[in-house]
């Protein structure tokens, strides 16, 4: 990881907060849904507004992640690292091509 490793250990836990929201995030509201439907009963209001709730906050929270990935700074040139074509499988920085992880 050469001179830069805490600036990649943020960069490596942005992404797996980034993989994790992502994979969660669709369990996590019917997960949810069939908890508030037990609790308040299918079809009432609440039953429908608590899994709407969860997943607008997982959206958020996903969208803030994407954000910090895509504005995250190269730790040698204070850049962009991201390509804006290949995103977060960038394998170097858009800029001065500095690999990943080094």
């Known amino acids: 990881m050469g001179d830069h490793m805490k600036e990649w250990e943020v960069y490596k836990s942005l992404k797996r907060k980034f993989f994790l929201i992502w994979l969660f995030s669709v369990p996590a509201f019917f997960a949810s849904y069939v908890i508030s439907g037990l609790l308040f009963g299918k079809g009432s209001s609440a039953a429908i507004l608590v899994p709407a ?14 954000f910090r990935l895509k ?31 080094s």
């Open 71 to 101: 504005v995250w700074k190269c730790p040698r040139c204070h850049a962009a690292f991201q390509s804006s074509w290949r995103g977060i499988f960038t394998s170097c920085c858009a800029n001065c091509g500095l690999h990943k992880y």
């Open 53 to 66: 709730v969860v997943e607008f906050i997982l959206f958020g929270i996903f969208l803030s992640l994407v």
